[in-house]
């Protein structure tokens, strides 16, 4: 649009720019049991299942993160995300990229700029706030991509010595009047997760939040800890991954290379903030974990790490998706470090790709088969559309070693919905790997399933996975 203002018939002032028309809503309870609490969006009155990364600073050196912004939005559209969540402990975007997630169909939830801590409650803080609130929100709040402000990133948690997150000022009496008049149109939220004086009075327990950071001890991704969780939105999930091995060799020195056990560089660049190897030992504990031993070279431990990452993301996405209506969203921890690390990325700061890259893309397409867990000696398979368009096809199940074909049906998919579509006798003890293959029309597409209970064999799964192009 073009905006022009006149005065006396002469053109005094002109500004042009683009627009979106949209309207957004967010419902939600103060507590959930799992199933009679909410917390969705509706965008244009149609609930959207939310499937995206939170989004961390592009480059430890700020002054280079518009020259990383092409690359890494074209990721973003690539493995089929609809929302990133711009964490609080991240620094605010440029218009580029609003204006990239403007044009490309991708939710922004927007933290304030406040993480992981109790803020000052002075006045002079509340002031600074305030101002650094309204500019932004000034500053951003013409792009229909933005779906949310967001108080802080897990603030309330620190509030717990307090007795009652409720008294954290800054986000329940500060930023309201900020964000209700200089954008009265979009939903306040005033943390993630948020941890309300009713929540706590009734449960004293973060787990009857209704949208919930799910980190935990990081264990065997499929234990109670994930499964059993009551929050309908994931707004934080992650784990680790270990970079590629031409990577490893660009930021640690060639005789640090390996072994990683007792390495200085290795910590160094796992992030730990107090200088400990915990991050990297519990790399190694989710490889043997998963694989029962520890690979004896380091080709095939980065191979092992990768694909435990890799699988336990897929788990979490497919549980969001095949949980449907009870669970609506899911915002994991993350695409692209921002700096050389061992991390929970999926892509490493130079750009190579993880295993987990291609598992999550296809996770999170708008349509997709998938499976559920096994129960009562069925294993439940669900066909995922997120779309606004019904769905019919045929899909086959095959056993990846012995390319026996499983299942061979039609299913018909219904509308923005997960349909249950076929339940395989499976047992526990057994050690598969199913591929799950469908045709929609001209349209074609394969999944993958893990069967069984660790540990599994690294060279047979790195056999089917060449096999089957995973």
């Known amino acids: 649009m073009t905006v022009q203002i006149f005065r006396d018939g002469e053109l005094i002032h002109e500004k042009k720019d683009s627009f979106g028309l949209r309207s957004i809503v967010l419902e939600r309870t103060e507590t959930t049991d799992g199933e009679s609490g909410q917390f969705h969006f509706l965008i244009n009155g149609v609930e959207i299942l939310c499937k995206?990364?939170?989004?961390?600073?592009?480059?430890?050196?700020?002054?280079?993160?518009?020259?990383?912004?092409?690359?890494?939005?074209?990721?973003?559209?690539?493995?089929?995300?609809?929302?990133?969540?711009?964490?609080?402990?991240?620094?605010?975007?440029?218009?580029?990229?609003?204006?990239?997630?403007?044009?490309?169909?991708?939710?922004?939830?927007?933290?304030?700029?406040?993480?992981?801590?109790?803020?000052?409650?002075?006045?002079?803080?509340?002031?600074?706030?305030?101002?650094?609130?309204?500019?932004?929100?000034?500053?951003?709040?013409?792009?229909?991509?933005?779906?949310?402000?967001?108080?802080?990133?897990?603030?309330?948690?620190?509030?717990?010595?307090?007795?009652?997150?409720?008294?954290?000022?800054?986000?329940?009496?500060?930023?309201p009047p900020a964000v209700h008049l200089n954008d009265p149109g979009r939903p306040y939220l005033a943390g993630s997760p948020y941890f309300s004086s009713e929540l706590y009075q009734n449960h004293k327990s973060y787990d009857y939040a209704p949208e919930f950071h799910l980190w935990g001890a990081r264990d065997y991704f499929k234990s109670d800890f994930y499964k059993h969780s009551r929050a309908h939105f994931v707004s934080e999930i992650g784990y680790h991954g270990c970079p590629s091995l031409d990577s490893i060799r660009r930021f640690i020195t060639p005789e640090r290379v390996w072994p990683y056990q007792n390495n200085p560089e290795w910590i160094l660049h796992s992030s730990d903030q107090n200088g400990k190897d915990s991050r990297v030992m519990l790399m190694e504990k989710q490889v043997i974990q998963l694989f029962g031993k520890l690979p004896e070279t380091p080709e095939d431990y980065v191979l092992a790490s990768q694909i435990s990452q890799a699988e336990a993301k897929k788990y979490f996405i497919e549980r969001i998706r095949v949980g449907r209506p009870q669970k609506t969203g899911i915002i994991w921890w993350n695409l692209l470090d921002g700096w050389p690390q061992m991390s929970d990325a999926v892509v490493d700061y130079y750009f190579t790709k993880k295993v987990a890259y291609g598992y999550i893309k296809r996770a999170q397409a708008p349509f997709a088969i998938i499976a559920g867990e096994i129960k009562d000696w069925k294993l439940p398979i669900y066909a995922c559309n997120d779309t606004l368009t019904p769905r019919t096809g045929r899909f086959t199940v095959r056993d990846a070693e012995s390319d026996e074909i499983l299942w061979d049906a039609d299913f018909a998919a219904a509308v923005n919905a997960t349909t249950l579509i076929a339940k395989l006798p499976v047992f526990y003890s057994e050690h598969k790997l199913l591929i799950f293959e469908w045709s929609v029309g001209e349209e074609r597409g394969i999944n993958h399933y893990l069967c069984g209970y660790p540990p599994f064999d690294l060279e047979t799964y790195r056999r089917l996975m060449e096999k089957y192009h995973l």
């Open 52 to 175: 995206g990364s939170n989004w961390v600073p592009l480059d430890a050196f700020h002054s280079r993160d518009a020259e990383r912004y092409d690359r890494a939005l074209a990721l973003v559209k690539d493995i089929g995300c609809n929302i990133l969540r711009c964490w609080g402990g991240n620094v605010y975007e440029d218009h580029k990229f609003f204006d990239f997630c403007d044009r490309n169909g991708i939710m922004v939830w927007q933290d304030f700029a406040m993480a992981c801590r109790i803020y000052p409650e002075t006045e002079r803080f509340k002031r600074l706030l305030t101002e650094e609130a309204t500019a932004v929100i000034r500053k951003l709040r013409n792009h229909p991509s933005l779906i949310l402000w967001s108080g802080d990133n897990e603030n309330d948690l620190n509030y717990r010595e307090f007795d009652d997150p409720g008294k954290n000022v800054l986000t329940r009496e500060v930023l």
